[in-house]
């Protein structure tokens, strides 16, 4: 669905800024780009499925509501305290810039990471309590982060609603 790629970056861009949040206008908060990063993750968003091509069209506010939900995690935003809990160790990348225009969303790169899927498949294979262990992290995040949806103003939840809603009507 989406093209996702690995990117140095060369410098700041011409003419870039730094953008503000505005929940009125669905802007969604974003930060300047950090140069000394040493790779960053673009993600590029097609109106369709890429796998089936144009006869599976996808509506684009999928990225909006991805960039509106990594913003949350951002210093100052309602769900950053989650990020610093060890017993969890449960990260989310950081989102540095979302052009709703050429859909595409800069994230901090969290590095060479193998899926679950691959984690299971490994030799030698994941133990159970590894399994266990993995789930008791994953679950205790998930229940943190749907218990501290409360406190996302109603602003912002709004715009999840309207955005998703669209989707599935």
């Known amino acids: 669905i989406n093209t996702t790629v690995r990117a140095e970056p060369q410098g700041k861009p011409k003419g870039s800024s730094d953008s503000t949040s505005d929940a009125g206008s669905e802007r969604v908060t974003t930060s300047p780009l950090d140069i000394a990063t040493k790779s960053l993750i673009l993600k590029h968003a097609s109106p369709f499925a890429a796998a089936v091509g144009v006869d599976f069209p996808i509506s684009l506010d999928r990225q909006f509501v991805e960039a509106a939900a990594l913003s949350l995690f ?96």
Not at 131 to 156: D, E, I, K, W, Y
């Open 74 to 169: 951002n210093a100052g935003e309602p769900l950053h305290g989650l990020l610093g809990i060890p017993r969890v160790g449960v990260r989310v990348p950081r989102l540095h810039l979302f052009s709703e225009e050429d859909h595409v969303l800069v994230l901090e790169d969290l590095g060479k990471l193998s899926s679950i899927e691959a984690w299971l498949q490994s030799t030698p294979a994941p133990s159970a309590t590894q399994c266990q262990a993995l789930g008791q992290r994953l679950g205790t995040f998930m229940g943190m982060l749907h218990t501290s949806v409360v406190n996302v103003p109603v602003a912002q939840q709004n715009i999840f609603h309207r955005k998703v809603g669209q989707d599935l009507v």
